[in-house]
Each structure stands twice: as C-alpha cells, then as structure tokens.
C-alpha cells in the first residue's frame, strides 16, 4: 500500500531519483552503451528510487533485478542499490527483513561478473569491499538513521508530557491560590460590606453597600467557576467566553435533554459590551436551566428583541401539571440574575404569567438612550 509524504520530501526524492538517472545515463554513455534498452533500464532505476518511500519493497525488488543485470564498468554503478538497502533501515522495517534485503543486495552484485573469469584472492579483494561498500554499510547508516528519529521522537513526546504536567501543576496551583486567597478576601469584603448596608445611616451608602455586596458576590460564582476549570483534566485551560452567538448551542442543548424549546430573534444584533454580552448570555442559560428543573414538560419559549438602544430577553415556559409550576422568587438562581442586571444597568422582572406558566424578562442597555 502507497504511503503518503509531505510535498517536501516527495521533491527530495524526485531530485534524488532524476540525479541518479542522470548519473547512470552518463555512465552508460561512458561504456559506449547507449541502446534503448539501456536507457530504459537506467530510467527504472531512477524512477524507483524516486518511489523509495512510497513504494519501498517494490522499488527496492525493481532495483535489485536492474543492478544484476548492470554491466555498467564505470564506479559507483550500484549506488541505486544503496539508496534502496538505506532507505529500508531508515524507514524502520523488520532487521531480518532488512538484513535479508542486504544479503541479497551482496549477492545481486556477484551476478554481472562475468562467468568466465575465475574469481580469484585478488578479485575477492576488490568484491568483498565492494559488497561491504553497497549492501552492508547502507545499512548500518540507515539503522542508525532510525535510531535517531526514534530517540528524537521519543524525547519530543517526553517534552509534551512534561510541559503538560507543568501545565497541570501551574493550573492546580494557580486553583488554589484563587481558593485560598483571593476567593477567601472577596468573601470578607462582602461580608464587611454587608455589615456597612446594614449600619448605614443614609440612602446613598446603602445604595453603594449593595452595589459593591452584589459586585463581590458575582465575582465570587466567577472564581469558582474559574476553580472548578481550572481544576477540570477533561477542560482545557482557556474555555470560550460566555457570548450571544453561543445562545442557540444552549438551545439545542436543552431540546437534545427533552426540552420542547422555540428560539426566535427580532431586530438586528449589535455589538455588545462584553459585560453585557456575558449577562445575556447567562440570563437565557439560567432560566433554561430553572425551566428544566421546575417545569419540565413545559413548552418554552426563548426571545431576544433587539430595539434602538436596549436588547430585551423573554424566557416564558407555559404551565405545567406538576407540584411545582413556578420558581421560588427568594431563589439563588434569580437573585444572581436579578444582581447581573442590575450590574449592567439594566431591569429584570420574573413572575407567573396571567395562563399559569412562568416568564423571565431582562432588559439590557447597549447605549444611546434608555
């Protein structure tokens, strides 16, 4: 089966096989051959050594039946040969294939001597190197050619592994840090600013109180929300930013758990601020969720209303028979809603509609005007 290689080494190997095409060609000219034959023998080799690493065991059999029947006097005329036996080491084939493969080679280069001349101690003198020369060291380099892609790639997969566990050690520490530390320090100053709303004498620090109390509160559900993927080995260390375009995502989702969910987009859609973006987007989540868990069955309805200077959010599930058919007004879920809005400016409102079903209104400023 032909094996795929990048564009690079495929134009390396066309350079390695017209090369030696040229070689041969010259050589045969040189020993006062030129018969098309010849020519047509000196072509195959060149082109299997081109197909050296896509085709290597049949380039490898095309070239050693060309060099037995190589009578070429001009030297190196079995470098085809080398190139083969090399590539087969380097590639990674079974050593016994590819010292079979050598074994071979050694003897194909017996063949073109001619059958009536005795082979002699001083022809064994210059064959035995010849043999070692063209089948054996080949391989020896290619062997050793292996050995050093594999350490080097051995040693970039231990180079991942490490970063990786560095990655993961940084992201646990960086984890408890925000635990420890930071979430434990946002936990006081809302605390603290609990105790100054209520000690407060006028309206305006109340006001101020509050506002900082709901900040800190928001940005604790961040950071353990930042904790939890930070700590997560399924989660990768940055995860895409709560945004608008990710709505019908949570839409498809809720319907793949059962939900019969209707999303429907008036207006056109503006750029948002990120803060408001995100507050959208967690507005529709939540309330999704609620409607899974208080009033499943129900039909819902998501609309975003895109008007002049505001984006309006209507989350509204029709009634359900079940013991609950509404959501608690004093609920967390809500209350974080309630104090997202408020951060961006803008109204929520969540109640019992006049047929017995359950809305979640939002209103978001996005500029000019109110």
């Known amino acids: ?31 006062g051959g030129n018969a098309g034959w010849e020519i047509a023998r000196d072509l195959a ?12 065991l049949p380039a490898l059999a095309v070239v050693m039946v060309v060099t037995a029947f190589n009578d070429l006097a001009t030297w190196p005329y079995p470098l085809g040969l080398a190139i083969m036996l090399y590539t087969l080491a380097a590639e990674g084939y079974a050593r016994h294939r590819v010292w079979l493969s050598a074994a071979l080679g050694a003897l194909v280069l017996l063949v073109p001597w001619p059958s009536t001349e005795e082979i002699t101690w001083a022809v064994m003198i210059y064959l035995v190197p010849e043999m070692l020369l063209f089948s054996v060291a080949p391989v020896l380099f290619g ?28 992201r646990n520490r960086l984890a408890n840090e925000i635990h420890d530390v930071v979430a434990h320090r946002v936990s006081l100053m809302v605390v603290h600013t609990g105790a100054l709303k209520l000690a407060a004498t006028d309206e305006k620090t109340r006001r101020t109180a509050d506002l ?11 950071l353990r929300e930042l904790v939890r993927v930070l700590r997560s080995e399924e989660s990768p260390p940055l995860q895409p930013m709560a945004s608008l375009d990710k709505v019908e995502a949570l839409v498809e989702e809720a319907r793949g758990a059962g939900q019969e969910v209707r999303f429907v987009e008036t207006g056109v859609r503006r750029k948002l601020p990120s803060t408001v973006e995100r507050t959208a987007y967690r507005v529709v989540q939540e309330s999704l969720t609620n409607t899974r868990k208080h009033a499943s069955g129900a039909k819902v309805q998501v609309r975003l209303t895109w008007w002049d200077s ?8 029709s009634p359900v028979v079940v013991e609950e058919t509404g959501f608690p007004e004093g ?30 209104h939002a209103f978001l400023p996005y500029g000019g005007g109110s």
């Open 331 to 360: 609920g967390h879920g809500l209350r974080s809603l309630r104090e997202r809005v408020g951060l961006v400016s803008g109204n929520f409102t969540a109640g019992q509609t006049s047929d017995g079903g359950w809305a979640v």
């Open 143 to 170: 062997l050793y050619a292996h050995e050093l892609s594999q350490r080097a790639a051995t040693n970039e997969r231990q180079r991942k592994l490490e970063a990786e566990r560095v990655r993961e050690d940084e």
């Open 212 to 222: 900082v109390r709901s900040s800190g509160r928001l940005a604790l559900e961040e």
């Open 310 to 317: 505001r984006l309006e959010i209507e989350v509204a599930n």
């Open 45 to 56: 080799e060149g082109l299997a050594v081109a197909c050296r690493r896509v085709w290597t």
């Open 1 to 31: 089966m032909p094996r795929s290689l990048p564009a690079r080494d495929l134009l390396l190997d066309l350079a390695i096989g017209a090369g030696l095409t040229i070689y041969l060609t010259a050589a045969t000219s040189l020993d």
